[in-house]
C-alpha cells in the first residue's frame, strides 16, 4: 500500500485547509484509515481516523469541532478537512492506513506540511 499525502500550505489563523491522502495498490475501503501530525521538536500524535468498518471517526480533543475526516472509497482516498486552523495546529501531517483495528498503523504517506500563521 501506497501512500501520497496532499494539500499543505502556509495559511493564517482562521483559515481552512483540506489535506488529502490517495491510496494505491490496495483497495482501503476495509483500512481504518488516520491521520497523525508532528510539530517540531514534539512527537508525532494522532489527530484523527476513520473505521474501515463502519466510517465511524474519532478525533483528538484539541481539534474536535474543528476538523472532519472523510473518506471516498471509489476514489481510495481520505480527507481532512481543517477549519479555524490555529498557529497550534503547525506540524507536518501524515495520513496511515491499518487493515487490524487496534493494531498499530502500519502504512504511511510521506508527510505534507501546515504552517499557521498568528
Known amino acids: 500500500v501506497q501512500l501520497q499525502a496532499s494539500g499543505g500550505g502556509l495559511v493564517q489563523a482562521g483559515d481552512s485547509l483540506r489535506l488529502s491522502c490517495a491510496a494505491s495498490g490496495r483497495t482501503l475501503s476495509n483500512y481504518d484509515m488516520g491521520w497523525f501530525r508532528q510539530a517540531p521538536g514534539k512527537d508525532r500524535e494522532f489527530v484523527s481516523a476513520?473505521?474501515?468498518?463502519?466510517?465511524?471517526?474519532l478525533y483528538t480533543d484539541s481539534v474536535k469541532g474543528r476538523f472532519t475526516i472523510s473518506r471516498d472509497n471509489a476514489k481510495n482516498t481520505v480527507a481532512l478537512q481543517m477549519n479555524n486552523l490555529k498557529p497550534e495546529d503547525t506540524a507536518v501531517y501524515y495520513c496511515a492506513a491499518r487493515f487490524l483495528p487496534g493494531t498499530n498503523f502500519n502504512y504511511w504517506g510521506q508527510g505534507t506540511q501546515v504552517t499557521v500563521s498568528s
Open positions: 476513520i473505521r474501515g468498518s463502519d466510517n465511524s471517526a
